[in-house]
């Protein structure tokens, strides 16, 4: 299977809260991302987890890391028309910055 | 952050012809710098990653006499798609880092069309 695995789309009604989900199996991932790729646009980071920690918020994003089970989540409060994007999850590991990417997942966020 | 500059950002060419892609940091040192290429399906590709002065290290089943991957200086690495045929039609992003960075930071994608 994949390294990384997330759902291909999600639907969320604009004011609710999304949450986004992703699979690692690399036990020796160091960082894990979440990157925002709007229509024909390159990847925006939006904010990155080290291994060793389980939580971290950033305004309206917080992410969490359950590396028990490998498993990262995103989750956006109040989530707008703006936010409509593909969200990748990436990991990494080593000493160097070679992300591996999931397959992304479509938010689709509607009045 | 970090700005990177890609171009074209779209491009149309005829089957056979060569395509140069450019990948620029406009305000770091790229130590490093990775090319991708993003299927219909949404999925993200490695295909290289190359280190200034020194040849790109290919993926797996990245044909490396299709594409050419040059970064020769600290700001710049091109991709050129060598006789283009139409399955070569991909979004392709680039993206770059610098010494000991976390996080690199991606162009604005070049949409091939052959």
């Known amino acids: 299977g994949e390294d990384v695995e997330q759902s291909l789309f999600l639907s969320v009604r604009e004011g609710d809260s999304s949450v986004i989900n992703c699979t690692y199996t690399d036990s020796s991932s160091t960082y894990l991302y979440w990157y925002k790729q709007e229509p024909g646009a390159g990847l925006q980071l939006l904010t990155y987890?080290?291994?060793?920690?389980d939580m971290k918020q950033d305004q309206r994003l917080t992410v969490l890391l359950n590396k028990k089970d490998k498993h990262l989540s995103l989750r956006i409060a109040d989530t707008q028309t703006g936010d409509s994007a593909i969200y990748f999850c990436?990991?990494?590991?080593?000493?160097?910055?070679?992300?591996?990417f999931g397959r992304g997942t479509s938010l689709i966020v509607h009045p | 952050g970090a700005v990177v500059s890609q171009h074209p950002s779209r491009v149309i060419c005829k089957s056979g012809t060569s395509v140069k892609i450019e990948c620029r940091s406009l305000d770091f040192q790229a130590t490093t710098m990775f090319w991708y290429r993003q299927f219909p399906k949404q999925s993200l590709m490695l295909m290289a990653t190359?280190?200034?002065?020194?040849?790109?290290?290919?993926e797996q089943g990245v044909e490396k006499d299709k594409f050419l991957i040059n970064h020769a200086s600290l700001t710049l690495s091109t991709l050129t798609v060598t006789s283009a045929h139409p399955e070569d039609s991909s979004f392709y992003i680039c993206?770059?880092?610098?010494?000991?960075?976390?996080?690199?930071?991606f162009g604005q994608g070049t949409r091939l069309t052959v």
């Open positions: 990436a990991e990494g590991s080593g000493g160097s910055y070679i992300p591996t």
């Open positions: 190359s280190n200034e002065g020194s040849k790109a290290t290919y």
């Open positions: 993206s770059a880092t610098g010494q000991g960075a976390r996080e690199a930071f």
């Open positions: 987890i080290f291994s060793n920690m």
